[in-house]
């Protein structure tokens, strides 16, 4: 069973800081990952895509991918009280279909 | 406006009785699925369609039911034998090919709950 783990959480952080969202994989031939932000009650929603080794940057969010340790992070710069939700990590199977499998996300609080 | 919609938004059913929640998407995207999502828990897969007229299950696909009849409709039908069919369900769609394949976009949610 592939799997993605992501800490549950929650992660609490003072307004301002840096939040450090955290994600594994089992599928080591996975090529696509994904996060997306969901707030309480409300579908999720993507805010970034990742591809390739290394740094992707879009505003305040950079994402971290590492294919060789099978590990995709996010990164939220100047950490603001709306950016409180539960960040989903996505993998895209590497297969045929290419199922996303989703991690259990984790939760974020930012403490103004 | 393009996107997804499902509908309904909320609904409540009696033991025994099934359901059928509705998706449908404007955005020419070729895959469809629905993910069941439970309280504190990530998505999980119910079914898929990369094609009309073609579908497949996913983990947890016991109890549920769907169609493809139309590029733009996958309905999803709640069966009494769903033993525990309080849950969020989400409908999402993705196109198969080009720069942004497997980014997959949500409609709002159906908040399922048994009486």
């Known amino acids: 069973q592939k799997e993605v783990e992501q800490n549950s959480g929650p992660l609490s952080v003072p307004e301002g800081a840096i939040a450090s969202l955290n994600c594994t994989y089992s599928?080591?031939?996975?090529?696509?990952f994904f996060w997306y932000r969901q707030y309480s009650g409300k579908s999720p929603e993507l805010i970034m895509s990742i591809y390739s080794n290394g740094d992707k940057e879009d505003g305040r969010f950079t994402a971290q991918l590492n294919k060789a340790s099978q590990y995709v992070s996010l990164l939220i710069r100047d950490s603001q009280p709306s950016d409180s939700a539960t960040y989903l990590c996505?993998?895209?199977?590497?297969?045929?279909?290419?199922?996303?499998?989703f991690g259990q996300g984790t939760e974020l609080s930012v403490k103004p | 406006d393009g996107g997804i919609t499902q509908s309904p938004k909320y609904l409540f059913r009696k033991e025994g009785q099934n359901v059928t929640l509705s998706c449908e998407q404007n955005l020419n995207h070729d895959a469809m699925y629905w993910y069941r999502q439970d309280p504190g828990q990530g998505l999980r897969l119910i079914y898929y369609?990369?094609?009309?007229?073609?579908?497949q299950k996913g983990d947890i696909a016991e109890g549920y039911s769907v169609s493809r009849e139309k590029k733009e409709s996958f309905p999803l039908t709640v069966t009494s034998a769903q033993k525990n069919p309080t849950a969020f369900y989400l409908c999402?769609?993705?196109?198969?090919?080009?720069?942004?394949?497997?980014?997959?976009?949500f409609g709002e949610g159906s908040r399922l709950t048994v009486l």
């Open positions: 599928d080591r031939g996975s090529q696509s």
């Open positions: 996505a993998v895209r199977e590497n297969n045929q279909g290419g199922k996303l499998i």
């Open positions: 369609s990369q094609i009309v007229n073609d579908f």
């Open positions: 999402a769609s993705t196109l198969l090919s080009g720069s942004n394949t497997g980014e997959l976009f």
